[in-house]
């Protein structure tokens, strides 16, 4: 399954559209959950998520009602108190830069470009307003989804979306709506072995389904929920964990994929390229001047496309992007 696949299980999820699988701890509380996890790959799992009531109490508790708009904080209060389906995912700990990650989670529009770019999405995640997007997964699933709340919390943050939206495919008998709140806390881990930064991101999601996909989610699709959900955020922070190790050693050529993102805005764009450079320097260093590449710099920019590209698409597919 692609990547492409994947984000629009998890995102439809997230936004209410399950049936096709994105006292309060800080950072440093979070940190300390996965202190021992020390794997060597660029994602690792420090749990395997859970259902419970406790998990769900706790994730009530880390929502920050209190400085939520009044309009927002009705709108999704509702799905909070009657919620089909609650999951906290597993905890992710991967090896990304921090300002990267930032521009993902603020910026989740620009990452979906980048996919399309490089061939492995269907998934339109498209701007309507400040803070609210349109998505469609070319595969049945529509939705709107909007960021509520977001506040810095130390070297991490946290951020609240809520969405809506609708299926209709073979995976239900009948359409299904519903909506969802999703809760991200992300902040800073322990470093690699070779002192890159790693990042811990951890996700509450709840969901409640409209009429008949109440009866749908809880008997039939419940589990395959449950699944692909932290399957596919893990899938999805691989591909974090890439881009940014792109960023970081080729981040001219970052900077030129940036450069061919129809959909991002033009100051995003320029901050992308930004942010790759600042993270191939080391601490204190100066940036790197835009423009001054060499051939090797040119031949890297070149590969930079199917490299990143490469673990989610067939042979077939990757020999088709070179041969562009």
């Known amino acids: 399954m692609t990547i492409a696949r994947r984000w629009m299980v998890w995102t439809a999820s997230v936004v209410a559209m399950a049936v096709l699988l994105p006292a309060r701890r800080a950072a440093a509380d979070v940190t300390a959950d ?17 259902s419970s009531r406790e998990s769900r109490r706790r994730a009530i508790e880390a929502l920050p009602l209190d400085r939520i ?14 919620a089909t389906l609650y999951r906290r995912l597993p905890v992710e700990t991967i090896v990304c830069d921090a300002g990267l990650l930032d521009f993902a989670l603020a910026k989740p529009e620009a990452i979906v470009d980048i996919w399309r770019v ?8 498209d701007p309507v307003g400040p803070r609210q997007w349109k998505l469609s997964d070319g595969y049945g699933t529509v939705g709107v989804l909007r960021l509520v709340h977001q506040e810095r919390q130390g070297r991490g943050g946290l951020l609240v979306f809520h969405g809506r939206g609708a299926y209709t495919g073979p995976l239900s008998p009948k359409n299904l709506t519903g909506s969802c709140v999703l809760l991200v806390r992300h902040g800073p881990g322990m470093p690699a072995v070779d002192g890159r930064e790693r990042q811990l991101v951890q996700i509450d999601t709840f969901l409640d389904m409209d009429g008949v996909g109440l009866e749908i989610v809880t008997r039939t699709l419940q ?6 959900a932290a399957s596919n955020l893990h899938e ?14 080729n981040p001219e050529g970052m900077a030129q994929l940036a450069g061919r993102l129809p959909q991002t805005a033009a100051a995003d764009r320029q901050l992308l390229a930004t942010i790759a450079r600042r993270a191939a320097q080391p601490a204190g260093g100066g940036l790197p001047q835009a423009g ?10 070149n590969r930079l496309q199917t490299e990143l590209a490469s673990r989610w698409l067939t042979a077939d597919e990757l020999d088709r992007i070179q041969r562009q």
Not at 118 to 125: E, N
């Open 118 to 125: 490089l061939g492995i999405s269907r998934l339109s995640l």
């Open 223 to 228: 589990p395959l929920i449950v699944r692909s």
């Open 292 to 301: 001054r590449r060499d051939a090797a710099d040119v031949a890297a920019a």
């Open 34 to 50: 996965v202190a021992a996890d020390v794997a060597a790959g660029q994602s690792a799992r420090s749990d395997s998520g859970s």
């Open 69 to 82: 708009a009044e309009p927002q904080r009705k709108a999704i209060e509702p799905c909070l108190k009657a």
């Open 236 to 249: 999805i922070c691989l591909f974090m964990a890439t881009l940014s190790d792109s960023a970081r050693t």
